[in-house]
């Protein structure tokens, strides 16, 4: 199965006359110790939001191509969760050293052969079921530039020993929910 180097549309490339997507993911973790800021999730939304931890205002309103925004929410979330500067003003301020991890951020190409609430509905149904199911707040932020649709997923689930068995617990977290050296487990 040999692709051509030509290229369909500009981004495609192509496989017996067949355009196929090209796949794209990128995981992060977004820490404060390498200068990051949970309340950033501000520029994949396209909002203003002020980090009461620092006092920083992220204002990103005039940017472009976000064309669609939500928060998902395990039921035993707290509903004023469901506003993005609570939320993660919550992880900011429950997150106290200085190299806490914060959130973790999915970035997934989406297939331009989808209509833009076929893309709504793909991430928002494999964020219920990977993320919300195992008791994470999940943000989604789609993004099309030009053509090049694609989800941020920012996620925050924090249950995990702190030093001499001390456990923190974030309020999206059931008491049920542990983390394990794989990711979250019930």
């Known amino acids: 199965m040999c692709l051509s180097a030509q290229k369909n549309g500009g981004s495609y490339p192509q496989k017996g006359g067949q355009t196929i997507a090209i796949y794209h993911c990128t995981i992060k973790v977004i820490s404060r110790g390498k200068g990051k800021s949970a309340v950033a999730a501000a520029y994949r939304a396209g909002e203003k939001i002020t980090n009461q931890y620092d006092g920083e205002t992220h204002d990103y309103t005039r940017k472009g191509g976000v064309v669609h925004t939500e928060i998902l929410l395990p039921d035993h979330a ?58 994470m707040c999940a943000d989604i932020c789609l993004h099309d530039t030009g053509g090049n649709p694609h989800a941020h997923i920012r996620a925050k689930g924090a249950d995990k020993s702190r030093g001499q068995g001390e456990r923190h617990i974030f309020p999206c977290r059931s008491a049920g929910h542990t983390e394990g050296k794989r990711g979250f487990v019930r």
Not at 92 to 102: C, G, R, S, V, Y
Not at 110 to 129: D, F, G, H
């Open 78 to 135: 707290p509903a004023a969760f469901s506003d993005r500067a609570v939320l993660w003003n919550e992880v900011e301020k429950i997150e106290k050293a200085k190299n806490a991890q914060l959130a973790r951020e999915i970035e997934i190409a989406l297939p331009r052969e989808l209509t833009r609430e076929q893309s709504i509905s793909l991430v928002r149904e494999y964020v219920k079921r990977h993320f919300v199911a195992a008791g």
